[in-house]
C-alpha cells in the first residue's frame, strides 16, 4: 500500500503516471514539482515536559496593595535627630511649652541674611542651632555635611564663650562681696544627707527595740545541778548497783544526794527484788 505522505504526493503521481496507470496528467503535477512542498524533519521533537517550562500565570487575579500614606520626612528632622545624638545633654535644658494668644512673629534675621549663629543671640538654642544648619543648606548651597560642621562650631564656640562669661561674672561678684544661695547639687547633696540620717535613726530604733525584747526570757529550773554533771559515771555505777531510775515526772525537787545508794537523778530507789526461799 502506497504511503500517503504529503510531501511526496508528487513523486508518487509522477511514478504511476510513468507506469500508465494513470492516462491522463494531473493539471497541478507541474506546478507541484517546480514548487515541491517542504520536507518532513527528519525526527520530530520530543514534547517538553513541566519541569522545564516556565509555570502559566494564574488567573486569580492580585489583590491591590492597601493604599498607604506616604511617610512625611523633613530635612529639620534628619538634622536635629543628629544633633541630639551628638549632644544629649541639651535635650535637657527647661523649655517653655506654654502658648500664648498669638503666635510669636518669626526673627527678621533669616534667609540669606542670617550667616552666623550670632546674629540671632549669645546663648542661641538647640532649635535655632538646627534651623542655622537647614538655612545654610538651602539658602547659601552648602552641602549639609558642611552645613552641619559650620553650625555645630559656633553653636559650641557661643556656648563656651556663655559659660566662661557667666563663670567670670559669679567669681567678681564673690570678690565684691556677694553671697549666692546654694545650688542645685549642694541642694541634692543636703537632701541626700537627710535621708541618710533618717536611716542611721531607724537602725537605732530597731536595735533598741530588739534589746528590749531580750531583756525578757524564760527560766526553767532545772531538777539536776549543771555542775554535777559526771559525763555518765554516775550512771553507769549505779547501773552496776542494780539501781534503775524511773522516768516519771517530779512532784517536787528535791536536793540532790551525795551516797551512792541515793536516788539518782533525783528518782524513787528501787532496789532488785530478792528471790523467796522456799519452805
Not at 498669638?102 to 534675621?109: G, Q, S
Not at 535613726?201 to 530597731?206: H, I, L, M, P, R
Not at 555518765?232 to 524511773?246: A, F, H, S, T
Amino acid at each position: 500500500m502506497v504511503r500517503r505522505i504529503a510531501c511526496q504526493v508528487h513523486r508518487a503521481a509522477s511514478r504511476l503516471l510513468a507506469a500508465k496507470l494513470i492516462p491522463n496528467e494531473p493539471s497541478w503535477l507541474q506546478a507541484v514539482v517546480q514548487h515541491p512542498p517542504i520536507p518532513l524533519p527528519p525526527r520530530s521533537t520530543p514534547s517538553r515536559t513541566g519541569y522545564d517550562t516556565r509555570p502559566t500565570p494564574s488567573r486569580k487575579l492580585r489583590q491591590p496593595p492597601k493604599p498607604r500614606p506616604e511617610e512625611i520626612v523633613y530635612l529639620e528632622d534628619k538634622v536635629r535627630r543628629q544633633f541630639f545624638r551628638d549632644h544629649p545633654f541639651e535635650a535637657f535644658r527647661p523649655r517653655d511649652l506654654v502658648e500664648k494668644g498669638k503666635i510669636r512673629d518669626e526673627h527678621p534675621v533669616r534667609g540669606k541674611e542670617w550667616v552666623r549663629l550670632r546674629q540671632r543671640g549669645i546663648r542661641p538654642s538647640s532649635e535655632e542651632a538646627v534651623r542655622f544648619v537647614v538655612n545654610l543648606h538651602e539658602n547659601h548651597n552648602m552641602p549639609l555635611p558642611l552645613a552641619y560642621e559650620t553650625g555645630v562650631a559656633q553653636f559650641q564656640a557661643l556656648r563656651s564663650e556663655f559659660e566662661l562669661t557667666r563663670a567670670f561674672a559669679a567669681y567678681e561678684a564673690r570678690t565684691y562681696g556677694a553671697q549666692f544661695g546654694l545650688s542645685e547639687s549642694e541642694l541634692h547633696f543636703k537632701k541626700e544627707i537627710a535621708a541618710l540620717k533618717t536611716w542611721q535613726y531607724n537602725v537605732e530604733t530597731d536595735e533598741g527595740a530588739a534589746a528590749a525584747r531580750k531583756r525578757w526570757k524564760a527560766i526553767a529550773d532545772s531538777p539536776v545541778d549543771p555542775g554535777t554533771w559526771s559525763q555518765g559515771q554516775d550512771y553507769v555505777r549505779l547501773w552496776k548497783n542494780g539501781i534503775r531510775p524511773e522516768y516519771t515526772a517530779l512532784v517536787a525537787a528535791e536536793p540532790p544526794a551525795t551516797d551512792a545508794t541515793a536516788d539518782f537523778l533525783g528518782v524513787t530507789k528501787k532496789s532488785t527484788p530478792q528471790p523467796e526461799a522456799q519452805s
